[in-house]
């Protein structure tokens, strides 16, 4: 098997310190499996993309010595691929028109006695499903992906280890097409996943819920599933994940080296002196020896 893994930030700011520990990890990972390596800017959300991010992050990943091996891809300009996927889900009857609001939707779960948690996403209540009735007359906002019921997704994550989830449960029918017209994270990251032949997701642990999403939406769509591990997030002072909202600081491409000890040391590996490429091949020997090191023996047989 080839392998081919990828970076794929989205350009709503510079890379800063957490972003930077996944794509050294996404990096390291394809270096030491001899794989290709691709970097994908994820700007599908244009509301949240920065003008000139994306040339930004390609700067600095070059200072930092981690070159794509292939042209970077744009998902802004994939859209005839995401609408292909979502045709093919509706002709087999796995996505459905939804036409309701943040606020019909908030009033339907208030109706059934569900009350949302703060900070988590409302569980959709169904309103729009085929079988009750559809969009009965109200014009289409967004489109879904209809999730059966006991949608249990069982995973084992290289750096987490077993995961579990039911989708149907915890998320409900996601959104492949947004009522903006926009295209859902979701269904673009997989059909690019797919398309581009990755066989490794390596990213940051705030994305470890969305892949039973993923997974779930590969196989409605009869795709591969990738391996996929989930590295530490780097968290700001005041504990919550670094973002530009609480002030993670771009990095600074004057000194690239320091940039790439400290996210290094995120992923437990010694710190390097000299010069990038001197420091990049020893992490890529040390990853290796990680990856290849036989797994633990099994403990002796208890006797009866
Ligand atoms: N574009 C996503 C982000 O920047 C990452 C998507 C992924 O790696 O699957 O958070």
């Known amino acids: 098997m080839v392998y081919r893994g990828r970076f794929a930030p989205s350009p709503t700011g ?4 957490g972003s930077l520990v996944a794509a050294l990890a996404s990096w390291l990972d394809a270096q030491a499996h001899d794989g290709v390596w691709l970097v994908r800017i994820e700007d599908v959300d244009t509301p949240r993309c920065v003008p000139g991010a994306d040339r930004l992050i390609l700067e600095q990943l070059v200072a930092c010595g981690l070159h794509s091996d292939e042209p970077v891809v744009w998902q802004s300009q994939r859209g005839t691929l ?57 014009a289409a906002r967004a489109w879904r992906l209809l999730v059966p019921a006991h949608s249990t ?3 084992t994550d290289q750096q987490l280890g077993p995961q579990t989830q039911d989708v149907a449960a915890e998320v409900g029918d996601f959104v ?30 705030d994305l470890t819920d969305n892949t039973p999403r993923q997974i779930l939406l590969q196989r409605a769509l009869g795709l591969p599933t990738p391996a996929y591990r989930h590295t530490p997030l780097v968290l700001g002072a005041n504990g919550e994940k670094l973002s530009k909202q609480n ?21 437990g590996l010694p ?3 000299g010069g990038v490429a001197d420091a990049l091949a020893g992490w890529t020997r040390a990853w290796a020896s990680t990856i290849s090191a036989p797994p633990p023996a099994a403990p002796p047989a208890s006797k009866p």
């Open 14 to 17: 510079p890379l800063h310190a």
């Open 176 to 205: 492949l097409k947004r009522a903006d017209g926009l295209w859902a994270y979701q269904l673009a990251v997989v059909v690019d996943d797919a398309d581009q032949g990755i066989t490794h997701v390596v990213r940051g642990a």
């Open 82 to 138: 995401y609408q292909a996927a979502l045709d093919r889900l509706i002709a087999s009857g796995q996505a459905y028109p939804c036409a309701c609001s943040r606020k019909d939707i908030e009033a339907a779960l208030q109706a059934q006695g569900l009350t949302r948690e703060r900070h988590h996403a409302a569980v959709y209540p169904g309103t729009c499903r085929p079988e009750r009735g559809g969009l009965r007359g109200r």
């Open 247 to 267: 002030g993670a600081l771009a990095l600074d491409l004057a000194e690239p080296l320091a940039a790439l000890n400290r996210a290094a040391a995120m992923l």
């Open 271 to 273: 710190p390097a002196a």
């Open 153 to 155: 997704v069982d995973w």
